[in-house]
């Protein structure tokens, strides 16, 4: 946040550009400011009076030692706040990334894309957190990652201590204000980052799953240009080609084989009978497709560690299921809050239908001291909304037709957080799953009391429709 002592000295073209570029917001009055009586530039708590020959309807002033009761302008209170998720979105279109830019850690860190840069494919990030914050940011990163490693734009540089997977940038030395909006440099940023060679088979990336982690424990996500796994409250995305599946970004359009049939596996909800697998391909004849298959297992096996068997073939209805849960991708990922907490989440269901989810997250806070040009940083908490559709959700079909685990979750937001139903109820131990999954955070977010019989959220519920 930055106040008007410090704007003031701008070009005001500049302002106003940054705040026409929805970059910066005006912000609330300032709650202290610098004196500016005395010549010793103290800072002082702002206090208001009654005063009708204001248009506000009162005054405010700070109290000097020297000078007694100082009247303080209403122009010097401005203030404007930076839109982090503004400025995430006008640095992805600025790189012409691909893929859309989401929040990874609630109003401190965002995975802005992807694009090929210094030879390969990597994914860019953009952190506002304060310093202290590396190890929570490599940790998002980390479960956000794509591809081996990324690009990470930062505002103040942090301690290197985890970032290994991450070429660290200052906002200020890459990006520039143009006249259509935002500049990278590109060139710097390709010459600052190390080459290497196109990907072989025998360095395929395997992912960090739990060890003793079993393949109904794991859910798999498969897009057109990425690939997402959850397992035990943890999740990754990272690129086909880099999962050992051939890149299904091709100029003939043509995927891997065996990750259009991993695609099929999620559009029929993890079960391939043979006979629609000939319906679909009638040149398909079942001793190739069993190579394919044998193919896909040996490829999720090298990707994950899990125990058991992948993919199995029933002989009785002749039909090959995933031992692991598979969905098309186009769920919407939940936020997370800034201290990976279950009880910095609200979820309320609005009077439309649609479903908002609240998330604590620090902001950073900037000022400057007009008398020695210091700037000072400080973080405040707010909680940032965002809404989704239960449809968009994954949790309904249609707007009229909700899956059982939507329908427990509506049920619960309509009851303030507490649900009797048995402690085995289907619908809700998926609800539980499913939140698990869909925000990666520890711990069970519905608990159930065998002395009330009742299943208690432990974050905040609400709705604002009647039952």
């Known amino acids: 946040m930055f106040c008007f002592d410090e704007v003031r000295e701008w070009p005001q073209e500049r302002l106003e550009h940054l705040v026409k570029l929805g970059i910066l917001q005006v912000g609330p009055f300032a709650e202290k400011v610098t004196c500016d009586a005395c ?19 009162k005054r405010a002033y700070i109290q000097c030692m020297e000078e007694g009761p100082v009247h303080v302008p209403e122009i010097r209170l401005w203030q404007w706040i930076v839109d982090a998720s503004a400025m995430a979105k006008r640095l992805a279109a600025a790189m012409d990334l691909s893929g859309t830019v989401e929040e990874v850690l609630a109003g401190m860190m965002w995975k ?35 591809t081996r490693d990324g690009v990470l734009f930062v505002v ?20 520039e204000l143009g006249a259509d909006g935002l500049t990278v440099d590109l060139d710097y940023i390709e010459d600052a980052l190390p080459r290497d060679r196109a990907i072989k088979e025998d360095r395929i990336r395997s992912l960090p799953v739990p060890e003793g982690i079993t393949w109904p424990e794991i859910t798999l996500e498969p897009g057109e ?23 299904s970004r091709r100029k003939t359009g043509e995927g891997d084989k ?50 058991g068997e992948s993919i199995r073939w029933d002989a009785d209805e002749e039909a090959y299921t995933c031992c692991f849960k598979i969905r098309r991708a186009g769920y919407m990922n939940l936020p997370l809050p800034s201290d990976g907490s279950w009880m910095s989440y609200q979820i309320i269901e609005r009077g439309d239908g649609r479903i908002a989810v609240g998330v604590k997250a620090n902001r950073l806070r900037r000022t400057k001291e007009a008398r020695t040009g210091e700037t000072n940083a400080a973080e405040h908490q707010e909680t940032l909304w965002h809404e989704y559709s239960l449809v968009d959700l994954g949790l309904a079909r249609d707007v009229d037709r909700l899956l059982p685990e939507g329908r427990a979750l509506v049920d619960l937001l309509q009851a303030g957080g507490r649900l009797a139903r048995r402690g085995d109820d289907i619908a809700v131990l998926k609800l539980n799953q499913w939140l698990r999954d869909q925000t990666g955070l520890a711990g069970d977010p519905l608990q159930f009391s065998e002395t009330t019989r ?12 009647r039952r």
Not at 125 to 143: K, Q, T
Not at 454 to 465: G, H, K, L, M, N
């Open 258 to 307: 065996s990750y259009q049939i991993l695609r099929f596996f999620a559009l029929r909800r993890g079960r391939l009978p043979m006979e629609e697998v000939k319906v679909k391909d009638p040149k398909t004849r079942a001793d190739g497709f069993r190579k394919q298959i044998s193919n896909l297992r040996k490829r999720l096996g090298n990707l994950l560690a899990a125990e």
């Open 225 to 247: 240009s990425s690939l997402r796994v959850f397992a035990r409250g943890q999740s990754w995305e990272i690129d086909p080609e880099d999962a050992g599946f051939a890149d």
């Open 39 to 57: 010549g010793k530039g103290h800072w002082e708590q702002v206090r208001w009076e009654s005063s009708v020959r204001d248009t506000l309807g």
């Open 156 to 175: 103040q540089l942090p301690k290197q201590d985890g970032l290994d997977r991450l070429t660290v940038f200052d906002v200020a030395q890459v990006v």
């Open 454 to 465: 009742v299943w208690a959220a432990t974050f905040d519920c609400s709705s604002e429709r």
């Open 112 to 146: 802005l894309g992807r694009r090929r840069l210094a030879g390969r494919f990597r994914d860019v990030f953009l952190a506002m957190a304060a310093s202290g914050e590396e190890a929570r940011i490599a940790d998002a990163a980390g479960r956000s990652l794509t």
